[in-house]
């Protein structure tokens, strides 16, 4: 059974940082590259940033750059998404997804959420 699980989200103030993780299990991890994808109320899902399959490269949405790390551990079969400098634009609910050539997979999403 294909699962990708999403870890790490909570409650953030302006400026902190927070990891999320993606634990993936039942496909080959390591020949899908891992998307981070962010939706927030009314707004379409957008991209935040790709990681190739060996994590040699990478790629993030312009507003994020220079904060977003994507990294992953094949050996542990887990995708990371660490945030930095969080501001109230970053406060959405927070997907990983797996993709190689057709298949792709979707985790449920987790929630980022800022506190008042």
């Known amino acids: 059974q294909v699962q990708l699980v999403e870890s790490g989200g909570g409650l953030v103030q302006p400026g902190d940082s927070l990891r999320l993780s993606c634990a993936a299990s039942?496909?080959?991890?390591?020949?899908?590259?891992m998307h981070w994808y962010r939706q927030g109320p009314g707004k379409k899902r957008e991209l935040v940033g790709v990681?190739?399959?060996?994590?040699?490269?990478?790629i993030y949405l312009d507003p994020v750059k220079g904060r977003f790390t994507i990294s992953r551990d094949n050996a542990k079969n887990t995708a990371y998404l660490q945030m930095s400098s969080l501001d109230p634009e970053d406060t959405e609910v927070y997907y990983c997804?797996?993709?190689?050539?057709?298949?792709?997979?979707w985790g449920q999403g987790v929630q980022v959420t800022g506190s008042a």
């Open positions: 039942g496909f080959t991890f390591r020949d899908y590259a």
């Open positions: 997804n797996a993709r190689h050539s057709d298949d792709e997979y």
């Open positions: 990681i190739t399959t060996t994590g040699s490269s990478t």
